[in-house]
């Protein structure tokens, strides 16, 4: 569980999160929805220790992020897996040795060992036998899955996605979507993933955070965003006249 | 001057962390290989080229102008000589290296901050700067010091090879080359060396450290980085060259 307490956060005098206080559940995915600028990249920043907060608390399972001293951070640290927007694998990397990079830098695991797991990754993001493409070779949805195994790759307990689904067709995005959710259920982590795009909402949005003006305005799971009355959140989530019309035929229902 | 004080104070801060114990030593050792072959063996055909030419015209300018009976032939092996031990091969080649090797110093890291590559070593629990900026100068540091003695020698022989072409002969040549030799000019060179692979790899890794936005971000820390370590090689040639020769 990751809980945020009280979060402010201002670049200049500009305001960009304004007393956030959210739980992020253990098991769920966790979705940060909002305007572009509204402060979700600032807040998922916040929470991987990115951006430094004016004040309030981060708690990972109780630990206060700020609390703890920089070794501490890291040691931490090294239980969140991120996936970033743009993939952020390492160039000069094949795939790979882009996964087995946390196992070498923090395990003892013999070659062979970090190979099978390597593997396993892999296979679990359907990826089997691209080991050696380099990042340069992969198309946007394989890169997305890539970033998925390596972030799985250390079994962390938190798992962070900056819009994950930025960038790729309907198609492949469900599949990144489902990905995410499957990960979370079955290593019983806590996923928060950062998002604008509604149909991830409507597919895994099992705990919802609508960030507005660096506020959070409402929160709920996916069907209660459907009934809810909130004129931001409504604006914000049935901008679209398929959305419009799909909330209109649930009210006629 | 406070612009240049937050770079000085960001620089420290930056060196501050990059020195440190790394986290994993094989990991390490890979990287320092990697970085050898980066910043210290792709440089030797153009340290090895541009050394033989400057060399020959070297000592085909001395012979030029000292074309009265006068002078000594062998005065032209002792210039080449000098020349290229006391000032090409430590600083030229530096300045040339900044050139090369800062710039991609520059790029490779800063086209890594924008792609947020840098943030995910960071959240992985990496200490990015030592990660990535340790290697890279302890490769300069004693990699660089290589390719000046490389540069010297085959500077050396061009410089033969020019003065031939000057009439000046071997056994002239050879015998300026040993006149009077000192050998703490070459431990004064690898000095200035050593400061100057020192300023090439953190100067460079510094713009490229701290590069905001995109693309054409990435080509003005490149640009940034190469300006800057030239302007502090000459100074620092400067400092040594007087704490040290006087």
């Not at chain 2, 091969?89 to 300045?95: A, E, R, V």
């Not at chain 2, 947020?116 to 990699?143: H, R, T, V």
Request: net charge neutral; aromatic share 10%; with cysteine.
């Amino acid at each position: 569980m990751i809980e945020v307490r009280n979060i402010e956060k201002h670049f200049g005098n500009n305001y960009v999160l304004k007393n956030v206080s959210f739980i992020f559940e253990k098991g769920k995915t966790n979705l940060i929805i909002g305007e572009s600028g509204s402060g979700k990249t600032t807040l998922i920043k916040i929470l991987i220790g990115l951006h430094k907060i004016d004040s309030g608390a981060v708690l990972f399972d109780g630990i206060n992020f700020n609390a703890i001293k920089t070794k501490e951070q890291r040691i931490l640290r090294q239980e969140i897996g991120m996936l970033f927007q743009a993939g952020a694998l390492y160039d000069s990397m094949t795939v790979e040795e882009n996964i087995m990079f946390p196992l070498s830098m923090f395990t003892d695991k013999t070659e062979e060992e970090k190979l099978n797991r390597v593997n396993f990754c892999l296979k679990r993001v359907n990826l089997e036998g691209k080991n050696n493409l380099l990042p340069a070779e992969l198309s946007g949805g394989m890169t997305k899955r890539v970033a998925i195994a390596r972030a799985i790759v250390m079994q962390p307990k938190y798992l962070l996605c900056d819009e994950p689904n930025s960038g790729l067709d309907p198609k492949t995005a469900i599949i990144i979507d489902n990905l995410i959710q499957e990960i979370t259920k079955e290593y019983n982590i806590t996923t928060i993933v950062n998002t604008h795009d509604m149909n991830s909402v409507m597919e895994i949005g099992e705990n919802i955070a609508f960030i507005n003006h660096g506020e959070i305005w409402w929160s709920g799971n996916k069907d209660e965003l459907l009934n809810s009355e909130n004129t931001e959140l409504n604006n914000f989530v049935f901008a679209s006249k398929l959305f419009k019309r799909l909330k209109q035929e649930d009210e006629k229902c | 001057m406070t612009k240049l004080l937050h770079h000085l104070g960001l620089y420290f801060i930056m060196m501050k962390k990059v020195i440190s114990i790394p986290e994993k030593w094989s990991v390490f050792r890979k990287q320092l290989v990697l970085e050898i072959e980066k910043v210290g063996l792709n440089s030797v055909g153009l340290v090895i080229i541009l050394s033989f030419f400057v060399g020959a015209v070297i000592s085909i300018q001395t012979a030029f102008n000292m074309s009265s009976p006068l002078l000594p032939s062998y005065l032209v092996g002792l210039a080449s000589r000098d020349s290229l031990i006391l000032e090409f091969s430590p600083t030229m080649i530096s300045l040339i290296l900044a050139g090369k090797v800062g710039s991609s110093i520059a790029s490779e890291i800063g086209s890594m901050r924008v792609t947020e590559q840098i943030d995910a070593l960071e959240i992985m629990g990496i200490n990015s700067a030592s990660f990535l900026i340790f290697p890279k100068i302890i490769a300069a540091i004693f990699f660089f010091p290589f390719l000046i003695i490389l540069s010297m020698g085959i500077g050396i022989i061009g410089a033969w090879v020019g003065g031939l072409s000057a009439d000046v002969a071997t056994a002239d040549f050879i015998g300026g080359l040993k006149y009077e030799f000192n050998p703490f000019y070459i431990t004064y060179a690898v000095i200035k060396t050593v400061f100057f692979a020192f300023i090439i790899s953190s100067v460079s890794a510094y713009y490229g450290y701290h590069t905001k936005g995109g693309a054409i971000a990435v080509g003005k820390s490149s640009t940034t980085a190469v300006v800057s370590s030239s302007i502090l090689i000459l100074l620092f040639n400067y400092l040594l060259t007087d704490i040290i020769l006087s």
